[in-house]
């Protein structure tokens, strides 16, 4: 079973910023494109930004210009630099691959409120 431990969620303010990490096990990492996803209650969890064993990077239009991705090859790690942030970016944020895993971690919430 892929390990997948997420940090770095908590209440913001509106407009505030927030850095996501998760660690997970090496192989997956090397070998696999990574993403970050979010899910808010009563809907379907959704893709917010992905990234290649490249380097490449995608993101969902709602986000774009205000989150980054990146990898940090020396730990292991996928990273969510979020920016900006509004209400509608509240939810608990996920790592995994893309495609999506079989399993996920417990994920780390985000709370953008006044």
């Known amino acids: 079973q892929v390990q997948l431990v997420e940090s770095g969620g908590g209440l913001v303010q509106p407009g505030g910023s927030l850095r996501l990490s998760c660690v997970t096990d090496g192989d997956i990492f090397e070998t696999s494109a990574m993403g970050w996803w979010r899910q808010v209650a009563g809907k379907q969890r959704e893709l917010v930004a992905g990234i290649s064993t490249g380097g490449y990077t995608n993101y969902r239009d709602v986000v774009k210009g205000r989150f980054t991705i990146s990898r940090d090859w020396a730990e292991k790690r996928v990273n969510l630099e979020m920016n900006n942030l509004n209400i509608g970016d509240s939810a608990v944020y996920y790592c995994?691959?893309?495609?999506?895993?079989?399993?996920w971690g417990r994920g780390t919430e985000v709370i953008v409120s006044s």
């Open positions: 995994g691959t893309v495609p999506p895993p079989d399993s």
